[in-house]
């Protein structure tokens, strides 16, 4: 535990890590805990918090955590090659969902494009996430989206502020360039006609997979 420690302050101090992620590394260590990698064969992959001290079948009694993310499916368009985030949870007492959230960006940016919101629905929390990637995190660099005709429903939302949107009013930024097209269902129910704006238009991605090199270093990654 004390080399892990010193091996984790050692690299925050080489390199920028957000403040929060800095905390949440430390409560998985002080924790006990560990996030298991799950390359499951239907092009989606789980990201789950475990315990290093419970027997591997006893881990789904815990539901501590996870991120599950799929590999952009003919429903989405060619996205960039982005995978999506098709499901999330995390006890709000233990706070690790966002370092989920890290590790499924660093590992989507070296197995893909990288990592974008859901493409049709996107709760309020998570928007706060995504917002928080666009405007906050220098180390996390955004790719724009086109937004594919064919698969955008702007009536997805009939609540929604932009319900009267109607796909003719949409203008595709790249017309010419059909590889980053993508469903912006979600991002025109907040935007409108200015989704491009909204941070969930976009593919995230890192140029570096250091959180994940760490842990996995001092066994904190494990691959199922």
């Known amino acids: 535990?004390?080399?892990?420690?010193?091996?984790?302050?050692?690299?925050?101090?080489?390199?920028?890590?957000?403040?929060?992620?800095?905390?949440?590394?430390?409560?998985?260590?002080?924790?006990?805990?560990?996030?298991?990698?799950?390359?499951?064969?239907?092009?989606?992959?789980?990201?789950?918090?475990?315990?290093?001290?419970?027997?591997?079948?006893?881990?789904?009694?815990?539901?501590l955590g996870y991120v599950v993310i799929g590999?952009?499916?003919?429903?989405?368009?060619?996205?960039?090659d982005a995978w999506s985030v098709y499901?999330?949870?995390?006890?709000?007492?233990k706070g690790l969902g966002p370092l989920l959230y890290e590790i499924a960006l660093e590992?989507?940016?070296?197995?893909?494009?990288?990592?974008?919101?859901?493409?049709?629905?996107?709760?309020?929390e998570a928007l706060a996430v995504w917002d928080k990637y666009y405007r906050t995190r220098p180390e996390i660099r955004a790719k724009q989206l086109d937004v594919d005709l064919d698969r955008t429903d702007p009536h997805y939302d009939d609540e929604g502020e932009y319900g009267n949107i109607e796909v003719a009013d949409l203008k595709q930024l790249t017309p010419d360039k059909p590889d980053d097209d993508c469903e912006q269902t979600a991002a025109v129910g907040y935007r409108g006609d200015y989704w491009d704006e909204s941070p969930l238009s976009k593919m995230y991605f890192k140029n570096n997979t250091e959180i994940m090199d760490t842990l996995e270093r001092e066994g904190r990654l494990i691959k199922k």
């Open 71 to 80: 590999r952009s499916q003919d429903d989405d368009g060619k996205c960039l």
């Open 87 to 93: 499901g999330s949870q995390a006890k709000q007492n």
């Open 107 to 124: 590992w989507s940016s070296q197995n893909g494009g990288g990592l974008m919101a859901d493409r049709s629905m996107v709760s309020d």
């Open 1 to 63: 535990m004390k080399e892990l420690l010193t091996e984790w302050r050692k690299f925050i101090n080489e390199n920028y890590v957000d403040p929060r992620i800095q905390k949440q590394m430390a409560a998985l260590i002080d924790g006990g805990y560990a996030i298991e990698v799950d390359e499951q064969r239907t092009n989606t992959t789980r990201f789950k918090i475990i315990r290093l001290d419970y027997p591997r079948d006893e881990q789904r009694l815990l539901s």
